[in-house]
């Protein structure tokens, strides 16, 4: 992509904008309640859960790629927030809320820096096959953290594993009056949606449930108070003492935020077949956090629940998001007092409902199918993401996929030229085809590199074992390789005095002009000899006849 698209030129006319309103506002009936939790969870005063809804939302879409990533207050970060900030300051101090403003605006200056940087290739570490198992893991996490407000259960548990335990043990201290909004809230909308997709049901269940409690309803729990006012813009400061001490919390935030919102925005756009421009995300991202902490709030991350909520109410663009912040913005000023009445039991049972809908069994199960050993990986990274959290699953997944890339290029895939009649052919070194009678072509589509210099100089010196009739010429067509490392250049050297020892003389053809450069002043070619390197494989074949 050539840059960060507008907003207004994202939403195509057939994209109708009225079903971006209905998913704006259904995103917002939802995300309202849940990010004052998150401003809980973070030591933040409640108001600033609202806050990072506003201004860091129109920040990201001024630059993002994404049309379909929602950005605002999350668990992972807020949780992180919370444990990096806990001994320097007392949550929810005025000193807390400064170092916390602080904290987004550092993540938001990296996030930046990265963008510079181009770094949104390290979000292509993580492959298809390992989003749908990070999907799964947080819908997971995200549903069993639901459990205690949807059962009525007294747990302040910490952690999925622990939260679920707790659950059971106290599961006869669970409220009947809770458990059944929970039951009728869940029906309700996953029946509603199943006859009535187009029918905002979470919508309607919060309206009509602050009503019935508000109008006299059953005594259940409901959310604090929420005070209402705008942001007021702030300077968050902290000297040098403090950002040193700030940024391993920094750091570790803006890995998860550019992992987490990466992993996200890419496995959407898949879903619908479309591109993302992570780097575009990255300066978002970046701004989104920078205004977070110039307006009062705390850092934000791109939200896999919050995305879910958007595209199954219909949000197809950015405009949906635009519309939850106007929504967010209205409740802040207006309606604020009026959310004291949401039953904390039906937003734990929307949220539950959502975050299930993250878990896509259909697209595991065409996993295992097609890749069992992928499929265990994606099912590793789900297990990492719900036993110890959203950062190390996602460091999991990059470090899956990078070793999943280096088990491809440490045997990498080779094969011998040959011909049959006129037309060139490639077989399996198994068949040990030469292209002429003591002439075998060895074609390998890989870079050298020091993790498979050994494996590729072993290989070779193998089709000399009862080659028929003996190898004298072994020409290595090195047009697929584009890199040669140093290790690798050593390599090729002891090769060449191997097969030199054993009579057999060593050729390239078609060697990248930087490649041969690399080799050259390495002092291999004066090695070889250039009589020995041709530019193709006629010429090779050639001087091998006329020898």
């Given at each position: ?11 195509h ?25 998150f ?13 990072t ?27 992180i927030?919370?444990?990096g ?6 949550a ?7 170092l ?13 820096i ?76 996953v ?44 300077l968050?400061?902290?000297?040098l ?9 920094v ?23 479309e ?12 701004a ?17 629940t ?21 929504a967010a ?27 299930v ?6 697209a ?12 265990a ?20 997944a ?24 006129d ?100 002092g ?24």
């Amino acid at each position: 992509m050539t840059g960060p698209p507008s907003v207004f030129r994202s939403v195509h006319p057939r994209e109708r904008p009225w079903a971006q309103v209905v998913a704006g506002i259904t995103l917002a009936a939802i995300a309202v309640p849940e990010v004052l939790g998150f401003a809980r969870i973070a030591g933040m005063p409640i108001q600033t859960g609202l806050f990072t809804m506003i201004v860091p939302v129109v920040a990201y879409v001024a630059f993002c790629s994404s049309k379909h990533l929602v950005v605002g207050a999350d668990s992972a970060t807020a949780a992180i927030l919370a444990a990096g900030l806990g001994s320097l300051a007392v949550a929810g101090s005025h000193e807390y809320v400064r170092l916390a403003g602080m904290v987004a605006v550092l993540t938001g200056v990296l996030l930046v820096i990265a963008r510079l940087l181009r770094l949104g290739f390290l979000a292509d570490f993580l492959s298809r096959t390992l989003l749908v198992g990070f999907l799964a893991g947080v819908g997971v996490q995200v549903a069993c953290g639901q459990l205690p407000e949807v059962l009525g259960v007294p747990v302040h548990a910490h952690g999925t594993v622990v939260t679920v335990v707790d659950v059971v043990r106290n599961l006869g201290s669970a409220t009947p009056t809770d458990m059944a909004l929970s039951a009728a809230t869940m029906l309700i909308i996953v029946v509603g949606e199943r006859f009535a997709p187009k029918v905002p049901w979470a919508l309607l269940v919060v309206v009509g449930s602050i009503a019935f409690v508000g109008l006299g309803g059953p005594d259940v729990s409901t959310i604090a108070d929420v005070p209402s006012g705008l942001p007021i813009p702030v300077l968050p400061g902290a000297d040098l003492d403090q950002i040193h001490r700030l940024m391993p919390t920094v750091l570790i935030l803006a890995v998860v935020v550019l992992a987490q919102s990466a992993a996200t925005a890419r496995a959407y756009a898949a879903r619908r077949d479309e591109l993302v421009d992570v780097d575009a995300d990255l300066a978002g991202l970046g701004a989104a956090n920078l205004m977070a902490g110039l307006s009062g709030a705390f850092v934000v991350n791109g939200s896999p629940t919050r995305t879910e909520i958007a595209a199954s109410a219909g949000g197809t663009t950015q405009l949906a998001q635009l519309v939850s912040a106007g929504a967010a913005l209205v409740v802040l000023v207006a309606l604020a007092p009026t959310l004291t009445y949401l039953p904390t039991a039906v937003l734990a049972s929307i949220v539950t409902v959502i975050a299930v809908r993250l878990v896509d069994v259909h697209a595991l199960r065409h996993i295992f199918e097609r890749r069992r050993i992928e499929g265990a990986v994606a099912l590793a990274t789900a297990a990492t993401v719900i036993v110890a959290g959203v950062g190390p699953g996602v460091l999991l997944a990059v470090v899956l996929s990078i070793a999943a890339h280096l088990r491809h290029s440490y045997r990498p895939n080779a094969r011998l030229v040959g011909r049959d009649g006129d037309r060139w052919r490639l077989s399996r070194l198994e068949g040990a085809r030469q292209v002429e009678p003591g002439m075998a072509i060895y074609f390998l589509s890989a870079n050298l590199y020091f993790a498979n210099a050994s494996y590729v100089v072993h290989e070779v010196l193998g089709l000399l074992d009862d080659a028929d009739p003996p190898l004298r010429w072994l020409c290595l067509f090195a047009i697929g390789i584009d890199d040669v490392d140093l290790t690798a250049s050593d390599s090729l050297r002891w090769l060449l005095d191997e097969l030199t020892k054993q009579g057999v003389q060593l050729v390239m053809v078609g060697v990248e002009p930087h490649v041969r450069h690399e080799l050259d002043r390495d002092g291999f070619l004066s090695r070889l000899g250039e009589e020995h390197v041709f530019e193709y494989l006629e010429d090779a074949i050639a001087a091998y006849r006329s020898r």
